[in-house]
């Protein structure tokens, strides 16, 4: 386990950036917002993708400790009751090999758990449902964690003849704190051959690794639906996108997952 940060006041830390985690919306060109919530109409091909679970994963390609919590992810990606999303971090990118899936948008995500849970950020570290955090290659802990759990907000994702998408969340208890609703785009299944560092001459194959972060909104309680237009899946890196509802709380930290989806092509 690499360990990075660990005093909370260090200058060097890398800062949440604005209109990622700061409350602004991104938005996605077209995107219409619809108001309402129904499952299956005509001329939609349901593809509802809801899931009882989140495991995000923080890994490095320049971290020897991650190979073993990327197979674990990959387990956890073959579940149809799970979301097990990849984020590769580009803080150990100094050691002398540039993680190629690593984006600052994954870095500052992890980064906004930091006040939640240990006050510093690590490779591997898992991350369950927004409410706990544990190493990523131990998989009985994840295990014990996961048995049980169920998200409380479904959600639904559509696609139209015409290509568009939309994005059904039905109504649930009124949050206390905002509720975000965030896209993630992803790739499906990426193998990269590494030629330095700690994992030099290793090739590791990540699973549904993040691209790309967007919010589309917020959810108050109330059932919504929000449309996207076909082009969003035009994207050449990506595979699919998943959905999710995430609670923020004081200085833009991440607190718990209520609701997730996948979409894939």
Partial sequence: MKVLYINAGIEAQPRIKTGVYAGRFLGVAGLAFIGCFSLSSNGQAQQNSNRDAVVELYTSQGCKSCPAAD?????????????????????????????????????????????????????????????????????????????????????????????????EIATGEKPPFPVHVLIFYIRDSVSIPITKGENAGKSVTYRNTVADIDTIGLWEGKAVTFELPASELDRKDVTGFAVILQEFHEKNSLGPILGAALFRE
């Fill in 71 to 167: 197979e674990i992810l990959a387990e956890a990606a073959d579940d149809p009751n799970i979301l097990a999303l990849s984020f590769n971090v580009n803080y150990w990118d100094y050691l002398g090999w540039r993680d190629t899936l690593a984006t600052q948008e994954n870095t500052d995500r992890q980064q906004a758990y930091r006040d939640a849970f240990t006050k510093m950020v690590y490779t591997p570290q898992m991350i369950i449902n927004g409410r706990v955090q544990m190493n990523g290659g131990d998989a009985t802990a994840i295990t014990e964690q996961l048995e049980g759990t169920k998200l409380q907000v479904p959600i639904a994702i559509q696609r139209s003849e015409d290509g568009r998408l939309s994005i």
